[in-house]
C-alpha cells in the first residue's frame, strides 16, 4: 500500500494550503501556464520512461542488431589501370580585346 505524495515529505493539510496560498501570491495568473508546462514535462518523462522500458524488456532476439562489414584485404593497382595526367599546360584562350 503507497502512502500519499504529501505523507512522504510529512506535510499536513495546514502545510499544503500554506503551500497553495504561497504558490498563488507568489506566481499569481500565470499558475495555470505554470501547471499546463508542468503536466507536459510529466506526460513527456512518462513517455521517455516508458521507451526505454520497452528497450530493456524487448528480447535481444527481435533487436536488429549492428553487424560492421567484413575488412577487405587491400588491393594491388596496376600500371594500366592508373590514370594518365599530361604534362602540358591546358590551351589558353586569349583574353578578348576591347
Do not use: C, H, W, Y
Amino acid at each position: 500500500m503507497s502512502a500519499p505524495l504529501f505523507a512522504v515529505f510529512g506535510l499536513g493539510g495546514p502545510e499544503i494550503i500554506l503551500l497553495l496560498v504561497l504558490g498563488v501570491l507568489l506566481f499569481g495568473r500565470k499558475l495555470p501556464d505554470i501547471g499546463r508546462s508542468l503536466g507536459k514535462t510529466v506526460v513527456e518523462v512518462k513517455k521517455g520512461l516508458s521507451g526505454i522500458e520497452d528497450d530493456v524488456n524487448e528480447p535481444s532476439a527481435t533487436r536488429a542488431s549492428i553487424e560492421p562489414e567484413p575488412v577487405k584485404a587491400p588491393q594491388r593497382i596496376t600500371p594500366s589501370s592508373t590514370p594518365k595526367f599530361d604534362d602540358a599546360p591546358a590551351p589558353s584562350n586569349p583574353p578578348p580585346k576591347v
